[in-house]
Every structure is written in structure tokens, then in C-alpha cells.
């Protein structure tokens, strides 16, 4: 599974061609085509019997070769993308940090987990979100002044 995410992660951010992602890996299309409908297959079945393990796996190791090809996504970067969905500007906010609304998807169970299993964290998560909020609220608060003028004035 590890494998599988790592390489559905190479391919998704289209660091190098398929090709030689592919190649690097030892696979032809053909046989990552066949790996990748196994591993659908696998999850989709577990999801339907309500079941999260493979799914969470495949999330992780998903992750975990993203951010090996950028900075980590920090704490920060979670609430401030909380705060944007909050007030439904998630969509410029993924375009900032450059993050794809597919990854953002498995960010936010990725980091569910993990606050799940931290309570520190998760204190930690709670003022942030409260640090973010105010900082977005003292930003919008300086804009509005500018989009009230007229044009040319």
C-alpha cells in the first residue's frame, strides 16, 4: 500500500514524466494500471463494510512523499486552511500554498488522526484556530476600507 501511495503521489504532482516515474519504480502502465485497481478495489471494499485501515495507510504514505518534496505542513497551515473553508475562501487558499483540492482531502484525515490521537496537539490546533481567526479578521477588517472607494479615487 505504502508503495502504491508513494508512487500515486510521485505521479500526481508531476515532478517528472509518467514514464519515468513509472520506470523508477519498475512498472509498466500496464502493471501499475493492475496495482492501482487492486488497491481501489481494496479500499472500496473496506470502506463499504465500514472499515478505514488501508484507506488511512494509503493517506499517510500519500502525505508523507508530498511533504518529502516540499516543507511539512505545519499546524499553521492546517488551521489557516480550516479558517479559509470557514469563511469560504478555501480555494485561494489552496492555490497560495500550492496544495491540490484532492490532497487537501486527505491533509484533513490525515491530521484528523493525529489530533484524534493527541491531545496536545489538538490544544495546540484550538489556539491556533484562534490565532488565525483574528489574524483573518484583522486582514479582512483592512482590506474593507480599500474596496469601499470608488475606482480612481
Given at each position: 500500500?505504502?508503495?502504491?501511495?508513494?508512487?500515486?503521489?510521485?505521479?500526481?504532482?508531476?515532478?517528472?514524466?509518467?514514464?519515468?516515474?513509472?520506470?523508477?519504480h519498475g512498472l509498466s502502465e500496464a502493471r501499475f494500471a493492475e496495482v492501482e485497481r487492486r488497491w481501489t478495489a481494496a479500499m472500496d471494499d473496506e470502506d463499504r463494510r465500514g472499515g478505514h485501515a488501508?484507506?488511512?495507510?494509503?493517506?499517510?504514505?500519500?502525505?508523507?512523499?508530498?511533504?518529502?518534496?516540499?516543507?511539512?505542513?505545519?499546524?499553521?497551515?492546517?488551521?489557516?486552511?480550516?479558517?479559509?473553508?470557514?469563511?469560504?475562501?478555501?480555494?485561494?487558499?489552496?492555490?497560495?500554498?500550492?496544495?491540490?483540492?484532492?490532497?487537501?482531502?486527505?491533509?484533513?484525515?490525515?491530521?484528523?488522526?493525529?489530533?484524534?490521537?493527541?491531545?496536545?496537539?489538538?490544544?495546540?490546533?484550538?489556539?491556533?484556530?484562534?490565532?488565525?481567526?483574528?489574524?483573518?479578521?484583522?486582514?479582512?477588517?483592512?482590506?474593507?476600507?480599500?474596496?469601499?472607494?470608488?475606482?480612481?479615487?
Amino acid at each position: 500500500m505504502e508503495r502504491y501511495a508513494t508512487i500515486a503521489a510521485q505521479l500526481s504532482e508531476r515532478r517528472a514524466s509518467r514514464a519515468d516515474v513509472l520506470g523508477a519504480h519498475g512498472l509498466s502502465e500496464a502493471r501499475f494500471a493492475e496495482v492501482e485497481r487492486r488497491w481501489t478495489a481494496a479500499m472500496d471494499d473496506e470502506d463499504r463494510r465500514g472499515g478505514h485501515a488501508l484507506r488511512d495507510a494509503y493517506d499517510a504514505a500519500y502525505v508523507k512523499e508530498w511533504e518529502s518534496h516540499r516543507r511539512p505542513f505545519e499546524l499553521a497551515d492546517y488551521a489557516r486552511l480550516t479558517v479559509a473553508a470557514e469563511r469560504g475562501h478555501l480555494a485561494a487558499a489552496l492555490d497560495s500554498l500550492g496544495i491540490r483540492r484532492t490532497l487537501w482531502v486527505r491533509l484533513k484525515r490525515v491530521w484528523a488522526r493525529r489530533l484524534a490521537e493527541n491531545r496536545s496537539l489538538a490544544s495546540g490546533l484550538q489556539r491556533e484556530l484562534a490565532r488565525q481567526r483574528e489574524l483573518r479578521s484583522t486582514d479582512a477588517h483592512r482590506e474593507a476600507p480599500n474596496r469601499m472607494r470608488a475606482p480612481g479615487s
